[in-house]
Nanobody, 116 residues
């Protein structure tokens, strides 16, 4: 199983980035796909989730600014991040899970830095 994130980088406050996570080795359409972030010295936190049926859920801190989506034909999940703030700076991880099962996989992370 591989989850490969891309799209991170340095952006100014107010800017946008789109993260991608390409999955292989799993039946992608069956998985809940999540984006987590982890800032230095802090615990990993859930940013956004999308179910196999494309229902979405967001952390309060990103509602209205971030959008999670998935393309089951490409085995890819996306995180569109708009109106970025310095406090969004973190390592962003892709996660694939089937809740209640042992199927839970992580990507290696992609760095997002929001700074002027």
């Amino acid at each position: 199983v591989q989850l490969v994130e891309s799209g991170g980088g340095l952006v100014q406050p107010g800017g946008s980035l789109r993260l991608s996570c390409a999955a292989s080795g799993i039946i992608f359409s069956a998985y809940v796909m999540n984006w987590y972030y982890q800032a230095p010295g802090k615990q990993r936190e859930l940013v956004a989730a999308i179910t196999s049926g494309s229902r979405t859920n967001y952390a309060d801190s990103v509602k209205g600014r971030f959008t999670i989506s998935r393309d089951n034909t490409k085995n890819t999940v996306y995180l569109q991040m708009n109106s970025l703030k310095p406090e969004d700076t973190a390592l962003y991880y892709c996660n694939a899970e089937i809740p209640g099962s042992r199927s839970n996989y992580w990507g290696q992370g992609t760095q997002v830095t929001v700074s002027s």
